[in-house]
Structures are given as structure tokens and as C-alpha cells.
């Protein structure tokens, strides 16, 4: 059974460019939740996609936007960086239901960082 | 602004205690709670999740859940040097969605 991959692992870019991150939910999920982790922080939530929809999305710039695809597979795509964009960027994701109990599972992340 | 507060720590206990990590909340409607370990370098991993008032065990981690006091506690029997990592709690937010909310997290530290 496989869990939550994520693509790239690592990533170096500059300011101003843009990058996209990638993520498959682990088998039978169909929720993506985006999470970044700066260093010596907890995750912060970015948003979360399911039926190909943003469902919710937390305190980041339209800067941050995503995408999710037909096969629950989601990207999440970043513009303009910036030097405080150098973070984990995780996938979490889940099976989605009225019940408020769902687990989220992390994938491995991405290290993205900008210089 | 909902808030998850936990101790950074580090929280250092010889090899064999428990080791206690707390977390509290603000958000009183919030009814899933879940506890992450993370290793340096690494991304977070599932240890324990909770929802009701009390006790649940699973091997030697214990989670415990006071919602009238807005706590929520993990313990670790038995502490091994592979137990040394970063403990993060997480709360359900609730909603439409299971947006978590994550403490900043504690940093276990087990001498051998």
C-alpha cells in the first residue's frame, strides 16, 4: 500500500522564480491538504483541495495556488518567491467525510529553498 | 486566532523513564486532537490521535484528553534513545474541512 509520495525532494531556486511542488494521497484517500514548516515551527496549514476544489485555504497570499487532479493527485504551484518561502513544504492527506475524526498523513515534503 | 501552545523544550529524560509532553488549546468547539513525531530532517508521523474525554493507550505511548481544561497530554513509558525527536500536537479546527493546527512542538531529548 503505498503512502503519500511528494516530488522533488529538494529544491533550489532564486527570488522571483516560480516553482511547482507535487503530491499523490496515499491509496484510497481523495483529500490534499498543503502544509509549510518553517524551521523550528509547526506546519501552517496553506489549504486543502478535494474533488478538484479548494475547499479551505488559510493565511498565505494568492502568491500560493493549487491544483488537484482528476486521480486525487495535487500541485502546489508558488509565484514570485521570496527569501521567507525557504521552508518543508508536506502534503498531508485523507479520506474525506462528514465525521470530523479523518486522519491526515504526511508525505516526506519538499525542501524548498530560495536564494 | 485559534493557538496550539506546547513547551519547545528540550525536555531531556534518561533512558527507561517517562517522559510527559503537554499541549493546550483554545479552541473549545475542537474535537479531534492528534500527537505527530517528527526526527530531524524528516516529515511528521502519526503517533497517536484522540476524541474523547480520558485515556487511550497504544503500546507504550499514552494519550490523555481533558476538554473541560483544553489539554492534551502524550506519554512515553519506557523511554528509548529512539524516542528522541520532535512532538507535535495537532488539533482539528473543525468546519468543513480537518484544517490542523499544530503546536510549535517539543523537543524530546532521551539520554542513554
Known amino acids: 500500500d503505498a503512502g503519500v509520495t511528494q516530488s522533488p525532494t529538494h529544491l533550489i531556486k532564486t527570488r522571483g522564480q516560480q516553482v511547482t511542488l507535487r503530491c499523490s494521497p496515499k491509496?484510497?484517500?481523495?483529500?490534499v491538504s498543503w502544509y509549510q514548516q518553517a524551521l523550528g515551527q509547526g506546519p501552517q496549514f496553506i489549504f486543502q483541495?478535494?474533488?478538484?476544489?479548494?475547499?479551505q485555504r488559510g493565511n498565505f497570499p494568492d502568491r500560493f495556488s493549487g491544483h488537484q487532479f482528476p486521480n486525487y493527485s495535487s500541485e502546489l504551484n508558488v509565484n514570485a518567491l521570496l527569501l521567507g518561502d525557504s521552508a518543508l513544504y508536506l502534503c498531508?492527506?485523507?479520506?474525506?467525510?462528514?465525521?470530523?475524526?479523518?486522519?491526515?498523513?504526511f508525505g516526506p515534503g519538499t525542501r524548498l529553498l530560495v536564494l | 486566532q485559534k493557538e496550539v501552545e506546547q513547551n519547545s523544550g528540550p525536555l531531556s529524560v534518561p533512558e527507561g523513564a517517562i517522559a510527559s509532553l503537554n499541549c493546550t488549546y483554545s479552541?473549545?468547539?475542537?474535537?479531534?486532537f492528534f500527537w505527530y513525531r517528527q526526527y530531524s530532517g524528516k516529515s511528521p508521523e502519526l503517533i497517536m490521535s484522540?476524541?474523547?474525554?480520558g485515556d487511550k493507550e497504544d503500546g507504550r505511548f499514552t494519550a490523555q484528553l481533558n476538554k473541560a481544561s483544553q489539554y492534551v497530554s502524550l506519554l512515553i513509558r519506557d523511554s528509548q534513545p529512539s524516542d528522541s525527536a520532535t512532538y507535535l500536537c495537532?488539533?482539528?479546527?473543525?468546519?468543513?474541512?480537518?484544517?490542523?493546527?499544530f503546536g510549535t512542538g517539543t523537543l524530546l531529548a532521551v539520554q542513554p
Open positions: 498531508a492527506s485523507s479520506l474525506a467525510s462528514s465525521h470530523l475524526t479523518e486522519t491526515q498523513y
Open positions: 491509496s484510497g484517500h481523495d483529500t
Open positions: 483541495y478535494y474533488e478538484e476544489e479548494e475547499r
Open positions: 479552541d473549545r468547539g475542537s474535537q479531534s
Open positions: 484522540i476524541y474523547s474525554n
Open positions: 495537532a488539533v482539528n479546527e473543525g468546519g468543513a474541512t480537518n484544517k490542523l493546527i
